[in-house]
């Protein structure tokens, strides 16, 4: 009797932590798409163009907000788990700003089919990763270079300007692959680390960096399923 108690006490206390996560994840979800929604409208959008390409400003806000999710992950158990929260936010809200570009050459359509689909995938993942038995951690190392092969892409197409159709669609196809894996990756991750953190502070410190963690995944499989969309009208 007094184990069966135990172990509900366990499910419920995962539970609680799981919600957390998910919970601040759909919020800066929510932050990302109002600030992209404002930009469009309010035409500050503007800042972001320059000659028909990206500006500057597009770059800064762009790059300032990787190094911003880089810092605060680094930093995730030595600060406090509010000041953690402001700081998902505050990135959520730069993620926006650099999504405005893509969203105004999209269709309504591709951008509804892209996140009906990111959700989709992005929930089946989570799932598998958080019911498997298997374990996953053998999948970081070759997540983690594929997430810095995108990126060095990305940063090649600066300056060479767009890499031809049928390589977009690769790099997409790829990015979706790599974040839909890093969704089960990340979710396996969270569940056996709250039993191993003992500490209530690091729990919260957990759950706000594994929003961060879910936030990214999620975004980035919008991203590139709504670039494999674009790239196909």
Not at 75 to 95: D, Q, V
Not at 166 to 181: M, P, S
């Amino acid at each position: 009797m007094v184990a069966k108690k135990s172990i509900s006490k366990i499910g419920g206390g995962i539970e609680s932590y799981l919600r957390r996560i998910f919970g601040l994840m759909t919020g800066a979800v929510g932050v990302t798409a109002l600030t992209t929604f404002i930009m469009s409208i309010s035409g500050a959008w503007t800042a972001l163009i320059h000659n028909g390409g990206l500006s500057a400003t597009y770059y800064i806000i762009a790059f300032g907000g990787l190094g911003l999710s880089l810092w605060a992950q680094a930093r995730a158990f030595s600060m406090k788990p509010s000041t953690a929260k402001w700081l998902l936010f505050l990135y959520s809200i730069l993620m926006g700003i650099a999504l405005t570009p893509m969203i105004l050459v999209s269709s309504p359509l591709s951008i509804l089919i892209a996140l009906v689909l990111a959700a989709v995938m992005f929930a089946c993942m989570t799932m598998f990763g958080y019911k498997t038995v298997k374990d996953l951690s053998f999948l970081g190392t070759f997540l983690f270079i594929g997430m810095i092969g995108l990126i060095l892409v990305g940063i090649v197409s600066i300056f060479t300007g767009p890499l031809g159709v049928v390589f977009n669609q690769i790099v997409c196809l790829i990015g979706v692959l790599v974040f839909a894996l890093f969704a089960a990756y990340d979710m396996q991750t969270l569940k056996n680390a709250y039993y191993a953190i003992g500490n209530g502070e690091q729990k919260d410190q957990l759950a706000v960096l594994g929003a961060l963690h879910m936030y990214i995944s999620f975004v980035a499989m919008f991203e590139y399923i709504l670039g494999l969309l674009n790239s196909r009208d």
